[in-house]
Nanobody, 123 residues
Framework: QVQLVESGGGLVQAGGSLRLSCAVS????????MGWFRQAPGKEREWVAA????????YIADSVKGRFTISRDNAKNTVYLQMNSLKPEDTAVYYC????????????????WGQGTQVTVSS
């Protein structure tokens, strides 16, 4: 069973940066596509970024393209989300999960989520 622990969130002013980390245990994260998702208050959870297993191709949602990057350190079993030029609309709880391509977007594998990490961007 995979366990996911997100960290690195916090309160930041608009235009600032944060780097989120997702520690993966229970499986070697290099064997999985991994993704970041977020859920803002009153909204459905949405996909933000994904990184493929193996060569590590990256995929970024249009809403954050050019500002967010995803990376992974297989030796540390950790996936990162670098967030730059943050906007108030980026305020959400951010989650990582094993990801799968659904044809038009990336989605989570299974319904188990970690506790997430809160990102709050002030204007």
């Amino acid at each position: 069973q995979v366990q996911l622990v997100e960290s690195g969130g916090g309160l930041v002013q608009a235009g600032g940066s944060l780097r989120l980390s997702c520690a993966v245990s229970g499986r070697t994260n290099s064997n999985y596509n991994m993704g970041w998702f977020r859920q803002a208050p009153g909204k459905e959870r949405e996909w933000v970024a994904a990184i493929s297993r193996g060569v590590g191709n990256t995929y970024i949602a249009d809403s954050v393209k050019g500002r967010f990057t995803i990376s992974r350190d297989n030796a540390k079993n950790t996936v990162y989300l670098q967030m730059n030029s943050l906007k108030p609309e980026d305020t959400a709880v951010y989650y990582c999960n094993i990801a799968q391509w659904l044809g038009t977007r990336w989605g989570p594998v299974g319904g188990t989520w970690g506790q997430g990490t809160q990102v709050t961007v002030s204007s």
